[in-house]
């Protein structure tokens, strides 16, 4: 691990083996200036980083956005920073979360971070973020993403250690996450819409394990809904219903999908994020 | 070639010389988590290629998806993955195309990637992808773009042989291109949208080359849609009318534009891709 | 700073403390081709920077793209491409402006690139952009995003002197911004809106150090617009009002921000960039 420290020479190997990973995942809209300026303020505290905008999210949904940043399972070992704060400036507190699989998560302590932990290992440890050496000053009390989370994630990437950010916090003090994974009871899955993409397509809060228990492949589930009953097949992929038909399937980061083939569910049952479903 | 192989010191030169280009192209929304993940899994396997996320197209949209990619050619040669598939999962086959420029195209057999192919010198190779030993396993029958076709295109960055990939095909197998280039016949061109950008302009399967032999600059002429006909100047360049007007103009990669100088004709004319057009 | 000239060995310190940055702002639409060929043509010609997409503007908005581009301040010192170029292809001149700061600011002179400069330290030369040798040929007309602001500014990362543009032009020749700081007069601030963000909150063309002189954070603030008055107190960050509350603030890039906590200013007051206000 020494070989390739800063004032070294160093091949390109090592370059490749020591390469720093960043991710950012915002509410502020795909092709906003704050995602510019979080790349932008990553690659100067560390130039010799990768930094990937993850993900944009819908304004101030934490659901989503804790459902998004799950599959940070799928990006190297790294500094994932998540900027959806409707609490920014106020007495929230900045955290920073090391997992067990060696990432760190930042962000604010409103619940967003947690569910991704179940992801990567679970956590190890906690902080508060309030030493100001790791911050841009001054702090703007509305822009904590680009002056407290990704200059911190940055430093964490450049080495500094965890403990240097403020005070350890136990998991327990933490802003519950925003869902937990729901179990089958009575032959029932009562659930909830954690996420909708872009299709149109639901995402729940039932893990893929969880589904496979409850049903096998080609059986057809009953979805009710507030005001309806939808039935459709539970099967591996949008292709084997016909186009414009509804499906269910195993997602494609561990959870379950209720989707139409090349349509939008979410369009024509008029469902929204949070919208509490029974499946049966 | 040999100067920069892994385990050796290089130099700036040399880094610069050989860097790889790996680029996407997707359905999955601006700002979309999708586009995050094929970014890192990418730079997981080649961390040290650049990886860009070349163009986001309308969902599930083959013929805009074939008409972006068209611009390739103005990439560096690399490996270019496109992941508009409504048929994942099912039994289209996963391609790999090298030009003749030298470019690896990945994506499903849908026709997508062959359009392209004419502007970087015609199809060399192709191949199927079935070897399995450069996929993340398990495989996702719903997400290809992630488990399949971006880790064969950073493999093939990385120096792999195509060969490598599965047997190999001719080009005559593949499901053929979603559109053709439209030709001058008795002083018409009968012609389609292939492709409508966020100002709202058309562009059309007309090749620049053919609409300079159809008309010269200056004239006057006819689009007839469905319903309307509609007079407008063939120019250079969009401040040639007036605010409002309605221009054609040779687009600025190869092919034909009609629009509306600072407004969107696709709103005023209610067209979308695929609509027929017949100009005189 | 001749040590990491290309051609001779580097170290990572070396690597780093040389890296070129370079950004980009148009007016394509997140996730639109155009992105990615200015990315990629950048990093063709200048492989060893960091390119990166700066940010997304309303079509055609040079009032907005100005206000946008003033937060280059928080980018490292480097090229910085705008195209929000309505004019493309018409006598407009294509400019280049060194700032005091070190920047270069490559586009249309269209009035959208001065408003930076001020937060950059100011103009220190500027010249036009004539020299073919630093374009893409053949230079589309319609596109001098690709042909010419971005590989100008990827020849400035790599060192040409921007005398070799072109001939020299006195800031007084530029077309003017597109607009300009607000003052107070008469204990009111007749102002404007001069940009909008996804969030629907409006960014007005005053001064924060303005604002901190016209008002005490706490104190009660009438905004006028053509139809309605609106009362809102002057406080430091969104939570401090209940959500679905007006609220005027310092916004995060020295300027003024209006928004509702959690909600949409511009909606529920039908308010577009470009309107003006009175404050009182």
């Given at each position: 691990m020494e070989i390739c420290k800063r004032g070294k020479e160093f091949n390109?190997?090592?370059?490749?083996?020591?390469?720093?990973?960043?991710?950012?995942?915002?509410?502020?809209?795909?092709?906003?200036?704050?995602n510019g300026v979080?790349?932008?303020?990553?690659?100067?505290?560390?130039?010799?980083?990768?930094?990937?905008?993850?993900?944009?999210v819908e304004s101030f949904n934490i659901k989503?956005?804790?459902r998004i940043l799950e599959?940070?399972?799928?990006?190297?070992?790294?500094?994932?920073?998540?900027?959806?704060?409707?609490?920014?400036?106020t007495k929230r507190m900045a955290i920073a979360i090391e997992t067990n699989r060696g990432d760190y998560l930042i962000g604010p302590d409103n619940g967003v971070l947690l569910p991704a932990c179940e992801f990567l290992g679970g956590i190890k440890?906690?902080?508060e973020i309030t030493n100001e050496d790791y911050m841009l000053k001054p702090v703007s009390p509305i822009f904590h993403g680009r002056d407290v989370f990704i200059p911190v994630a940055a430093?964490?990437?450049?080495?500094?250690?965890?403990?240097?950010?403020?005070?350890?916090?136990?998991?327990?003090?933490?802003?519950?996450?925003?869902?937990?994974?729901?179990?089958?009871?009575?032959?029932?899955?009562?659930?909830?819409?954690?996420?909708?993409?872009?299709?149109?397509?639901l995402f729940i809060n039932i893990l893929g394990l969880t589904m496979e228990?409850?049903?096998?492949?080609?059986?057809?589930?009953?979805?009710?809904?507030?005001?309806?009953?939808?039935?459709?097949p539970y099967k591996r992929t949008f292709g084997e219903v016909e186009k414009g038909k509804p499906i269910i399937v195993n997602d494609d980061f561990g959870r379950v999908e209720i989707a139409i083939n090349q349509g939008s569910f979410a369009n024509r049952f008029k469902i929204k994020i949070g919208d509490k479903l029974s499946i049966a």
């Open positions: 390109i190997d090592q370059l490749i083996i020591f390469m720093k990973f960043i991710s950012f995942t915002t509410d502020f809209g795909a092709g906003s200036r704050g979080l790349m932008a303020v990553a690659l100067k505290i560390a130039p010799d980083a990768h930094v990937v905008h993850f993900a944009d989503s956005g804790a599959g940070i399972s799928y990006l190297p070992v790294g500094s994932h920073t998540c900027v959806i704060d409707p609490g920014v400036g440890k906690v902080f430093h964490l990437a450049n080495g500094i250690a965890i403990e240097e950010l403020g005070k350890e916090l136990k998991a327990s003090e933490l802003t519950a996450a925003p869902y937990k994974n729901a179990q089958i009871k009575n032959k029932k899955i009562e659930c909830e819409v954690i996420h909708i993409n872009k299709f149109g397509s228990k409850f049903a096998s492949l080609g059986k057809i589930i009953t979805i009710k809904t507030k005001n309806k009953k939808i039935s459709l």
